[in-house]
């Protein structure tokens, strides 16, 4: 799978949430993640949130949307406890 994202936008959110757009791509390899549709986020294109175990263990949420064969990371943070509590339960 090929990631893409704006620099910029990946050193605010390294600032705002102390998590790399990097470390974001690894939830696609956990095989519990889970991702939803979440149309709030935007009417320009199919905005999706993925829920997922990052490979330095975080709980991570990831925000993203598919372009052109590539899936372009929007935002990444650790889950918070509701959600955490969400996910483990399945």
Known sequence: MKFEWDQQKANS???????????AT????DMLSVTFDDPDHSVN???LITFGVSRTDKLLVVSHTERNESMRIISV???????RCMYEEG
């Open 26 to 29: 690894t939830i696609f390899g």
């Open 13 to 23: 959110n390294l600032k705002k949430h102390g998590v790399t757009f990097q470390e």
């Open 45 to 47: 294109e199919r905005r």
């Open 77 to 83: 943070r650790e889950m918070t406890k509701q959600e």
